[in-house]
């Protein structure tokens, strides 16, 4: 199994994002839900080599040190957020689909006080909630 093939899959399938685990398959979530990308069930050398494929070597070290790691990559014409970390004794990673060019703020449909806000050339704003 391929990183490239998951993600096209999960491009394809509309999911927000790609997890990974010890003893199940790869899962998508799609409208909310988690659903098995397909019947093959994964193991922590399997996800190593999934994961390890798409990191440089410096990520790699990195990842080994602090057992966790939080990266940005791109793949075609998207971008992925994508987690990995050591827990129970293996890896497990958790990937976000993000769009490659932002949303334009009309299509938001944010009060025009947002909008408004974005042109401030001073000051700090911070936005924050649920990340689904």
Request: hydrophobic share 45%.
């Amino acid at each position: 199994m391929q990183i490239t093939t998951i993600l096209k899959d999960a491009v394809l399938k509309q999911a927000t994002d790609i997890h990974m685990v010890n003893s199940l398959p790869v899962m998508l979530r799609v409208a909310g839900e988690l659903i098995p990308a397909n019947d093959v069930i994964l193991n922590s050398k399997s996800i190593r080599t999934i994961c390890y494929s798409f990191l440089s070597d410096e990520e790699i070290i990195s990842f080994e040190k602090n057992l966790d790691l939080d990266i940005i990559k791109t793949f075609g014409k998207n971008r992925f957020r994508i987690n990995l970390s050591f827990s129970k004794g293996a890896i497990g990673a958790v990937i976000r689909i993000l769009n490659y060019a932002p949303i334009p703020l009309k299509d938001l449909k944010l009060p025009v006080i947002v909008t408004k806000m974005c042109y401030r050339d001073k000051g700090l704003i911070l936005l924050t909630g649920s990340t689904s």
